[in-house]
């Protein structure tokens, strides 16, 4: 490998329940596309209940950009069509026919064709908004020139799906996929792979892109870092940036004609009682995951990591870009004198508990909050779990303030929420800081629109 | 513990919003927390958090503090009794500083706390945990045989003026335990200095001058030998005397981390660099003790290792850190050195540094936002 960048800072959390190296094929026949996974999206609905769908039929357009197109990852019928508080708009869920008919995009070889042409092909058969942007971390702006385009090869977050072993075999799709991104920027193409992992030939011997090798505790997965190590974002500029996994949906469609939303997800946590990778499409539902396979005991359902993820409901449904189900306890219970006790079986990055001495000690971890929420009195928590260079602490407070301008002067284009995702953990006052960030980049957004 | 969780449970309704005694919610969270941490969980963000809280964090501090107060106490009595030439053993000793020290740390957490649940359930808060470990640093900043009501007016001064005023806990500019004692110093000098003070109960005859008192009226040949000073078996302050105990609570800190390392070194190199200047110097006999002398003399250490670095008031920023550490050291000595009405500099020269800590901090993040703007402009020039 030619250039290793070493991430010093940052924190790995052992946890229980790793998955399994196998591949199991799901048995389900509901998936659902949730119009909220997508941030800064309105959608406008274009289908009704009861219509039926093919895979690739939109389903919804954004209110704003309605080139963006949403899709049906599978064949069947739409059997409902979920709405909460204020009638927004929260699942579309569909009934899978079993029969993967799939309209036909038309075959095409992307190296051939010029920009426009595989953009609007992105565009029409909804596999566009795999593509995301930095900053603000939106779907991208088909109307942008990209400075440069990420791919994190390795996921970094604790119990995380192993790429490696999840697209064992997808090599020519990669490839095409690659060859697509090379003609939507002028810049680089960076493919950045852990340097820590045995050398994967699918990303190794990838054809038109900037290796790039990286090494250190999680976030060094995390696009963010990766992007801020090699090219950080300035003012005005824009990233794009996607998931292995999406750019091999993206290399389907150019091989196969169709939109072909496979997904290897790996179930994940303490609570799980056979931990493994799962085949199934885009937005299949979790019951069909965890049926006799979940502890008995209270638990929460994360699509996602226990860092970034959302929390979703035994009825619910598993993210647009979600890799991954995570299963752990709930912390609903009281515990007597918790914070005076030793505690050898508590996780923190501080000294103060004897674990520390435990460096490998893997932990079952629950969403107990451990503390009520203070002020921010501590300072020096966030730099150490924190690898850019940006005042973490500052950048919060300007957030809250709404102070814009500090806020652009401090770096908020260079984040996003996942990047702070460990401040939240270790901070001392218990504040919700994903929240926060995420607050700061909308405002941002609506700022500079 | 399940009778007490049913308990506390039971009573939990009557201190809710249309509850009995809804005015005392405050109170009862507080005390509820106290034995039991909550049963709340995560609703937005990462799902799992950090075992660590405002409460592990304050009550590791108090662990820290207990080597000093130990060894404070046992000096209260060391002290009254050699003053009178008579020796005992550990206990009595123990049981003299104990019956001094014990009221004042009472007095400091009743009128301290109490102010704090009343500011609480008026603005509707949780009681904030800070001032667990500023209750006990006043009575360790205080002489001997400081009036009671002198430790209530000032823990009342720093709680309120101190803190409460710009918001409370973690709003506070000045360090609140400095706060108190800066307010008895100026408001009761005769109280808080000369060498009167430093014994409790002391007997005429004896001379109870402190090191930086006799350094200041020139009698450098009178201070103890520096290692008795090490130790602390001198007069001074109830927690301030031994650097030997003060470096074991240091330990404490730096290994868990909760202490900034960073600041406790740098204002010891501080106060050393100050020390060998006027070494070099050597002006007068003053400038010529050695310069570790300053830092096992007087409240240099106490200061040093749980003043200086409480993070609300302290410089927050890595690299400010260090200057402000490091500028404690050298105005202390300075201070010391050079101003003829103050014996000890290092209250004076913490608090003058918590005032500039936000200046600090402040040059510290613009010279991060330069390299951005200036990343950025490169960028510019190239494409064009």
Partial sequence: MSNVIKIKKGLNINLIGEAEKTIKQLSTDQFAIKPTDFIGVFPKLLIQEGDLVEAG?????????????????????????????KRVLL????????????????????????????????????????????????????ADQPKAI?????????????????LKGSEKAFQKGIDVLAKLTQGKVHLNVNAKAPATPLFTNAKGVQLNAFEGPHPAGNVGVQI??????????????????????????????????ERIIALTGSEVLKPAYYKTKVGANLESFIKNNVSEIEKRYISGNVLTGTKIELDGFVGFYATQITVIKEGNYYEFFGWALPGFDKFSMSKSFPTYLFKNKKFA????????????????????????????????????????????????????????ALCEVVDTSKTNIQEVVRKGLDLMRKEMS | MKFLRDFLDKQKPHFVKGGRFEKLHSTFDAFETFLFVPDKTTHSGAHIRDAIDMKRTMIIVVIALIFPLIFGIWNVGYQHYLSQGMAYDFWPMFGFGLLKVLPVIVVSYVVGLGIEFAFAQSRHHEVNEGFLVSGMLIPMVMPPDVPLWMVALATAFAVIIGKEVFGGTGMNILNPALTARAFLFFAYPSEMSGDKVWIAEKADAFSGATPLGHLMVNES??????????????????????????????????????????IMLSVVLGGLSMGWLFNLWGANAYMDIPAYYHLIMGGFAFGAVYMATDP?????????????????????????????????????????????????????????????????????????
């Fill in chain 2, 312 to 384: 609300v008031s302290a410089a927050q920023t890595a690299r400010g850190k260090i200057f402000y550490g490091f500028l404690i050291g050298m105005i202390a000595v300075l201070i010391r050195v050079f101003n003829p009405a103050y014996p000890e500099g290092m209250m004076l020269s913490i608090l003058l540094m918590n005032v500039f800590a936000p200046l600090i901090d402040h040059y510290v993040v613009q010279s991060n936002i330069k390299k951005r703007l200036r990343r950025a402009k490169v960028k510019v020039a190239v494409k064009s």
């Fill in chain 1, 365 to 420: 971890l629950d969403t107990n909050l451990h503390g009520g929420e203070r002020a921010l009195v501590m300072t020096g928590e966030f730099e150490k779990v924190f690898p850019f260079d940006i005042y973490p602490l500052q950048l919060l407070k300007a957030i809250m303030i709404e102070d814009i301008d500090l806020m652009e002067n401090l770096g908020i284009y260079e984040v996003d929420e996942e990047d702070f």
């Fill in chain 1, 150 to 166: 990420f791919i994190s090869t390795f996921d970094s977050a604790p119990l995380a799906p192993d790429n490696d072993f999840a």
């Fill in chain 1, 91 to 142: 699942e579309i869920r569909i009934e899978a026919d079993g029969k993967n008919n799939a309209i036909d995009f038309g075959a095409a070889e992307p190296l051939q064709l010029n920009r426009a042409e595989v953009i609007e092909k992105l565009l029409k058969s909804g596999v566009w908004p795999f593509i995301r942007q930095r900053p603000y971390s939106v779907i991208a702006n088909p």
């Fill in chain 2, 221 to 262: 040949d009178k201070i103890p030998s520096a290692w008795d000073m090490f130790l602390g078996v001198i007069p001074g302050s109830i927690g301030e005397t031994s650097t030997l105990a003060i470096a074991l609570g240091a330990l404490v800190l730096i290994i868990t981390g909760i202490g900034s390392f960073r």
């Fill in chain 1, 228 to 261: 801020n190590k090699i090219d950080p974002i300035n003012k005005g500029e824009v990233v794009w940036y996607l998931t292995p996994q999406d750019l091999v949906v993206i290399g389907k469609l150019f091989l196969t004609v169709k939109y072909d939303a």
């Fill in chain 1, 57 to 85: 039929s939109p389903l919804f357009v954004d209110k704003y950009r309605e080139n963006i197109l949403f899709t049906s990852p599978v064949s069947g019928k739409v059997r409902e069509i979920k709405r909460g508080a």
